[in-house]
């Protein structure tokens, strides 16, 4: 018998009993940081690819000054990181750059009014990493076409934005409704809306959410214009990151699902310091008082706490942005909380 034979299998067992070891004790630990994150703090900046401007969701002042849902959403992420939801570079794309300036790396997250679908989430490298906005397509039209519905629209011409969703769920809705209708393609944002009150089309379509600001900000009249009633798609919104890094991709969705927490217990930016001693467990974890709950993301223990902080909960940056705090003046509706008649659920930070 190989008299190392015995210390040889000694340290297999013992290596075995290393891996189980840390396999049982990873869950509890401190989180590895991720790729991404590191090169985050490295330059101790988020670098956050929103639209070259659509009002409520991202769009910049005469100041250059950043506002808007998914703004909000990357300055809430910033501040869970450096305590600071300015540490953020804003990289506007259009419908044809975002997906590939994800993909190379130029931004760290895609937070520009996306639509999850299956071809997105499944064939271009990249996680959608939760809901942040409910919405669904629609129709803008001219009062004077009295129009009542969206299937009288038989043989218009329709202005529509190319490389998105809406342009696909419009030709899908006519074709199977039978009705021949004429796509009007425009590759920028601008140029589309410009087209329509110009007259070069009898319709304009896209998210149902911008065409309450489009017809509010852009129209020359608002009132000679209409939302015909249909919704014809399920357009779930939010944010991107690449795959790869999963890590990276928990501290995405759980800072987006601490905001949605923090509204159902009624934590916001002007109660949180007299919240933190709430007798609560649910909201002391939340905040970080009872347990540490950042360390499964490799964060501290204040990350949620200081994502409330700079930019409050899903509720108040829902109204600042798109509700009644807002021109669009949006309802609720499919964004209210789960437990007030909506879809917006976040899983326990527990």
């Known amino acids: 018998m190989d008299k190392m034979q015995p210390l040889r299998v000694g340290r297999m067992r ?38 070259t401007g659509v009002i409520g969701f991202s769009s910049a002042d005469s100041q ?18 450096f305590n600071d939801p300015n540490k953020v570079k804003y ?43 409910y919405d669904g397509q629609g129709f803008l039209v001219p009062k004077k076409l009295k129009l009542t519905s969206a299937k009288q629209l038989k043989d218009a011409e329709i202005c529509v934005q190319s490389g998105t969703t809406t342009e696909k769920n419009l030709n899908d809705y006519f074709k199977a409704q039978g009705v021949r209708i004429k796509p009007v393609v425009f590759e920028k944002f601008e140029s589309s809306i410009k087209a329509f009150f110009s007259g070069r089309c009898q319709a304009y379509t896209t998210d ?23 919704l014809i ?8 990151v690449r795959r790869g890094d999963d890590e990276w991709f928990a501290i995405v969705k759980w800072v987006i699902f601490a905001l949605i927490e923090a509204e159902e217990y009624g934590i916001t930016r002007g109660n949180i310091e007299t919240m933190k001693s709430s007798a609560n467990p649910a909201i002391a974890r939340l905040l970080g008082g009872a347990e540490d709950s950042g360390k499964p993301l490799g964060l501290d223990r204040e990350w949620a706490a200081r994502a409330v902080r700079a930019v409050g909960n899903y509720g ?19 964004n209210a909380l789960w ?6 659920y976040a899983p326990p930070v527990r």
């Open 14 to 51: 013992s290596l075995r009993a290393a891996v189980l070891l840390s396999a049982l004790l990873l869950p509890f630990g401190l989180a590895h940081a991720g790729k991404t994150l590191e090169q985050i703090r490295q330059r101790s900046q988020l670098v956050c690819g929103v639209s």
């Open 233 to 240: 798609s399920k357009e779930p919104l939010g944010p991107m």
């Open 91 to 133: 990289v506007p794309l259009n419908a044809q750059q975002r997906f590939t300036a994800l993909q190379s790396g130029e931004v760290d997250i895609l937070s520009r009014n996306t639509s999850w679908t299956l071809t997105r989430d499944a064939s271009l490298g990249l996680h959608f990493t939760a809901v942040t906005y």
């Open 64 to 81: 250059g000054k950043w506002s808007g849902l998914d703004v909000d959403i990357c300055r809430a992420i910033a501040a869970a990181l």
């Open 208 to 230: 149902a959410s911008a065409l309450a600001f489009i017809r509010s900000k852009e129209a020359p009249k608002p009132d000679d214009y209409q939302v015909l009633p249909e």
């Open 339 to 344: 437990n007030k008649g909506g879809l917006m």
């Open 316 to 334: 108040e940056i829902f109204q600042r942005n798109v509700g009644g705090d807002s021109p669009l003046k949006l309802a609720r509706g499919l």
